[in-house]
């Protein structure tokens, strides 16, 4: 049992080549049949750089695996993870290393849920536009969103409790994950 009351798993570490090693653990059901009602939390802080965006995109392949999610759902969610991390970086936080965007997964019962917050003024999905309609196709705005909307059953923009853009998205899992844990 952990701190949340609930027996987890290891099933995979993620190891960096500073020597950091983050360690990712699946909630199973306890011996009463029912998890804990705190979901398994990892939450990322990276630097407002380009390498930032390739290191999260791991970071949420590998969270989707240690999940149980099959290879093309793990692509799915690094790409979601990817272009989220990529519009905090380049409209949100503006390329300014200063700034900081931070990545939540939060392994629930019946998804995995992903926030990506920045430190930028924020903005509203109904502004975006569609990268599909013809006076669109050639601009350079809209696409990222697209491919999360699509990759992922559940997409929301909120603003974060600092005012920047939060991205919420969940991948729920196939019945016979949700089942497992």
């Not at 798993?9 to 960096?16: G, H, R, S, Y």
């Not at 995109?57 to 979601?80: C, M, N, P, S, T």
């Not at 919420?168 to 016979?176: F, G, I, L, N």
């Amino acid at each position: 049992m952990n701190e949340f009351g609930c027996l987890c798993v290891i099933l995979e570490t993620i190891d960096f080549s500073d020597g950091a090693v983050l360690p990712i653990q699946v909630p199973r059901l306890g011996s009463n049949g029912w998890m804990s009602s705190k979901p398994q939390r990892i939450e990322v802080v990276l630097e407002t750089v380009i390498e930032s965006i390739a290191l999260a995109e791991e970071v949420g392949v590998r969270v989707a695996a240690a999940a149980g999610f099959d290879e093309d759902d793990q692509y799915k969610i690094g790409l979601a993870v990817h272009e989220g991390v990529m519009n905090a970086f380049q409209y949100g936080n503006e390329q300014r290393r200063e700034k900081k965007i931070h990545v939540v997964f939060e392994l629930l019962h019946e998804k995995l849920v992903i926030h990506v917050t920045d430190q930028g003024t924020g903005f509203r999905l109904e502004d975006v536009p569609d990268p599909r309609e013809d006076e669109n196709v050639l601009g350079d705005s809209g696409r990222g969103v697209l491919l999360m909307k699509a990759f992922m059953d559940e997409f929301n923009v909120l603003v974060s409790a600092t005012g920047g853009a939060e991205v919420v998205m969940a991948k729920r899992y196939r019945k016979q994950i949700s089942q497992a844990i």
